[in-house]
């Protein structure tokens, strides 16, 4: 996962933070309730790997094929490095059109937990689906399977190599193949976020020198007020990095106000309901966070409460990473 340098100081901007969205997640059970992950990553090591083992047989390819134009003639020379450019073209927009609707599925997601309306959960699940489904998707697939191809007719027109090693060639891109289509969106997504939150702060921190800061990299202190019925664990603070919940001591609920219910009896089930519809007791908190709420963040909040409470915990703030992208 990305580290944000300084987090009690500085916050990458949201053009940078949306990025995060595009990354590997795995979902996580906090609670009762499945999170499908918002301000974390997940898998990145074993995307990496896989990525560098497709690289290592594309310069390999890439050598051979080079190697093999030039040995035609200048001629020949030229149109391979032209021919590599293309594939490699391929590759990468290949890649990015598979991933392409990852970050608002991944939003979708997140969504129906917050949702109570069952008609909207439905129409959720059907932009997910619809989503999985785009048109893009598979054309991403057809340019990385069409480069794969094209490559292994590249070596075997250019170069006078015996069917044996053709046959590895065949069987290494059938593996770049997966490579591409199930990692290198991955890895790319996760390289670039990095790449992002490092520019950012080397600029923040030059900006603190000269005295001049973009005021987006600056943490800010954001607040949001949730109710409960049921007590947290909390005596007065509880505390998760830059960030904490107070508890404001008070049990007074306005009319139609959002009220964030366990319900033991109904499975545990944990949902955002009006407050219309619920009977006390209820109770008040303030979620207060400076700079970017993570995932993990999350995490540390729920460190020493039940079931239930970190069900409602892990919601609220999920609510508010919705609503603070």
């Known amino acids: 996962m990305p580290i944000i340098q300084h987090p009690s100081d500085f916050q990458p901007t949201e053009d940078s933070r ?64 032209i021919i590599v450019g293309l594939f490699v073209f391929f590759d990468v927009l290949g890649a990015k059109l598979v991933h392409k609707f990852i970050a608002e599925i991944q939003k979708t997601k997140n969504a129906i937990l917050i949702e109570s309306d069952i008609n909207a959960i439905k129409g959720h699940q059907l932009n997910i689906a619809k989503l999985k489904n785009k048109f893009s998707k598979y054309l991403g697939v057809f340019l990385i399977i069409l480069s794969s191809i094209l490559k292994v007719f590249a070596i075997f027109i250019l170069n006078r190599f015996p069917l044996p090693f053709i046959s590895i060639m065949v069987i290494s891109y059938l593996l770049v193949i997966y490579i591409h289509i199930i990692h290198s969106g991955f890895w790319l997504a996760e390289y670039n976020l990095r790449k992002s939150f490092k520019n950012e702060y080397n ?49 007074n609920v306005s009319q139609g106000s959002r009220i964030f219910v366990y319900n033991p009896e109904n499975n545990g089930m944990v949902k955002v309901e009006s407050y219309d519809n619920q009977e006390g007791p209820f109770y008040n908190y303030m979620l207060s966070t400076v700079g970017v709420l993570t995932d993990e963040d999350i995490m540390g909040f729920t460190h020493g409460q039940n079931t239930g409470q970190a069900s409602i915990i892990a919601l609220a703030c999920l609510d508010f990473q919705i609503q603070n992208p």
Do not use: C
Not at 32 to 44: A, M, Q, R, S
Not at 53 to 61: C, D, N, P, R
Not at 226 to 242: D, K, V, W
């Open 18 to 81: 949306k990025k995060w969205l595009f990354t590997r997640k795995f979902e996580q059970k906090i609670g009762v309730l499945n999170f499908p992950g918002y301000y974390k990553t997940d898998g990145y090591s074993t995307d990496s790997f896989w990525f560098t083992l497709a690289i290592s047989v594309e310069i390999v390819a890439v050598f051979i094929t080079i190697l093999g134009g030039f040995s035609k003639g200048i001629g020949f020379g030229i149109g391979s490095v």
């Open 203 to 251: 600029i923040f921190a030059r900006g603190k020198v000269s005295g001049s800061i973009n005021p987006e990299n600056v943490s800010k202190l954001r607040q949001m007020p949730f109710t409960t019925n049921i007590p947290l664990s909390i005596n007065n603070i509880l505390n998760s990095g830059p960030h904490k919940i107070n508890d404001l001591n008070t049990s």
